[in-house]
């Protein structure tokens, strides 16, 4: 058994599949999934877990290159925003409108979907190379 890092099989399978520039969204409760994107959905009740429970991890496990996120994050939920800069650091974000970042993530390699019920708890994160 496994006993340390991301515990799930699917979400395990998904990360060490990624490679440079692919795209890997993690979405709230509300996110409109595109249909042929791989959905891995961690949802169990509102709120479980929440957006930054699976942030964390993930981005404990990936090499991170860039993070968009909707613009109107800043505007409508300015707290979870300051706690993904936390967790980010020092890596390049960009703002979009909500509208493209619903288009570009019908390229993500997957979608982890959260139980967040808080508006534009969204991300995508583009990944990176290790050397």
Do not use: Q, W
Not at 91 to 116: T, V, W
């Amino acid at each position: 058994m496994k006993k340390s890092g991301i515990l799930n099989p699917e979400l395990s399978e998904l990360i060490s599949s990624l490679g440079h520039t692919d795209l890997l969204v993690i979405c709230d409760a509300g996110f409109p999934i595109p249909k042929d994107v791989k959905r891995i959905d961690l949802t169990l009740i509102k709120n479980i877990p929440r957006f930054l429970d699976v942030l964390k991890p993930i981005s404990e496990e990936i090499v991170i290159e860039k993070v968009i996120l909707a613009e109107e994050i800043e505007k409508f939920n300015l707290g979870l925003f300051e706690k993904i800069k936390e967790i980010i650091k020092d890596i390049p974000i960009e703002l979009i409108p909500h509208e493209e970042f619903k288009k570009m993530s019908k390229n993500a390699k997957g979608i982890i979907r959260s139980a967040e019920f808080s508006p534009y708890a969204n991300i995508i994160l583009i990944c990176g190379v290790a050397f």
